[in-house]
């Protein structure tokens, strides 16, 4: 039932294992591993926000500054290996 989607075997043995074990067939299980997976998305999207907001707030506290106009020119600033963030 599963080869359809492209799943290697041993994938599929662990799906076919938890239908087994629940007594889910294996469509169920199959959707509440995916519906798992996408929640884990969210939440690795929100730890990375909360990572750079971190950073930016540590960043503030250390004086560390950078040129006002970095969202714009970024391209320019990182085609040079010179260094754009400094240390106050």
Same mark, same amino acid.
């Given at each position: 039932? +599963?080869? @359809?989607?492209?799943?290697?075997?041993?994938? *599929?043995?662990? *799906? =076919?294992? +938890?239908?087994?074990?629940?007594?889910?067939? =294996?469509?169920? %299980?199959?959707?509440? %591993? %995916? =519906?798992?997976?996408?929640? /884990?998305?969210?939440?690795?999207?929100? /730890?990375?926000?909360?990572?750079? +907001?971190? +950073?930016?707030?540590?960043? =503030?506290? !250390? /004086? *560390?500054?950078?040129?006002?106009?970095?969202?714009?020119?970024? !391209?320019?600033? @990182?085609?040079?290996?010179?260094? *754009? @963030? @400094?240390?106050?």
């Amino acid at each position: 039932m +599963l080869g @359809f989607l492209d799943l290697d075997d041993k994938t *599929i043995k662990k *799906i =076919e294992k +938890l239908a087994r074990t629940t007594g889910k067939p =294996e469509k169920t %299980v199959l959707r509440e %591993v %995916v =519906e798992t997976g996408l929640r /884990n998305y969210k939440s690795s999207a929100k /730890n990375a926000a909360k990572a750079l +907001l971190e +950073l930016a707030k540590w960043a =503030e506290e !250390n /004086n *560390i500054t950078g040129p006002k106009d970095l969202s714009v020119n970024h !391209n320019t600033y @990182f085609s040079t290996n010179k260094p *754009i @963030f @400094f240390f106050q």
